[in-house]
């Protein structure tokens, strides 16, 4: 009995460990999508938030978009944080329909 109980212990305890486990994923899951929200919504009013920002607001814009920017000559060269460096690309989506055409 005694091997029992202890097995049953065990394995109550992996239960335990797993359902924590799923806890924490849905919860990571959460904020992921949180932030694609954010992510979305910022760079669809980034346009007229920078025109019209002062320099303390633009300054922020660049901390929130850019992982790093350098001053060539006169311009200022970012490089771009993920997820904002597929959108300063811009994403490109393959012709459709499979004829080959």
Not at 52 to 79: F, G, H, M, S
Not at 84 to 92: H, N, P, Q, V
């Amino acid at each position: 009995m005694s091997w029992l109980s202890t097995e049953k212990t065990e394995l109550r305890d992996r239960l335990a460990s797993i359902k924590l486990q799923i806890d924490a994923l849905d919860r990571s899951h959460d904020k992921t999508a949180d932030l694609a929200s954010k992510v979305f919504e910022l760079s669809q009013t980034r346009r007229q938030q920078w025109l019209t920002a002062d320099y303390d607001a633009k300054r922020q814009i660049l901390e929130i978009v850019c992982l790093n920017c350098k001053l060539v000559d006169a311009t200022l060269v970012p490089t771009m944080r993920k997820p904002f460096d597929l959108l300063a690309e811009g994403l490109s989506v393959p012709l459709s329909g499979g004829g080959g055409n």
